[in-house]
Every structure is written in C-alpha cells, then in structure tokens.
C-alpha cells in the first residue's frame, strides 16, 4: 500500500482529489461522503472543497464496528 502524506495534496482539495486522496471513485466519493450532511465543505463561489482535516475526521467517525 502506498502511504499518502498530507504535504502531497493542496489544503483545499476538489472532489477528484478528494476522491483520490481516499483511493476511491468520484461516483463514490458522492454517494457516501459528499452526499452525508456531517461532511463540511467550504465554498468558493459555487464550487465546493474539502480540507484533508475534514475528510480524515469523517472518516474517523463514521467507522463501523
């Protein structure tokens, strides 16, 4: 497995960095993460971002099991 570090992606990140950072399709990333009203977003204009903040702390507590 390929370790992913912080430092390789930007602090504001589109959906298919996103979707990347988390080794996933796009279509997922929106159907399970992006669709979820938890996970924040920050807005520039109409165009929606995401911090690696964010997304690892959903992804924390959103676990099963």
């Known amino acids: ?3 992913k570090t912080d430092n390789q992606y930007p602090h504001l990140l589109t959906r298919e960095l996103a979707s990347k950072y988390l080794g996933i399709d ?4 929106d159907k ?3 669709s979820n009203s938890d996970f924040k ?25």
């Open 1 to 3: 497995m390929i370790q």
């Open 26 to 29: 796009p279509k997922s990333f």
């Open 32 to 34: 399970y993460i992006r």
């Open 41 to 65: 977003r920050f807005m520039i204009g109409n165009q929606e971002r995401y911090t690696l903040e964010e997304i690892n702390h959903f992804i924390k507590n959103h676990l099963v099991g």
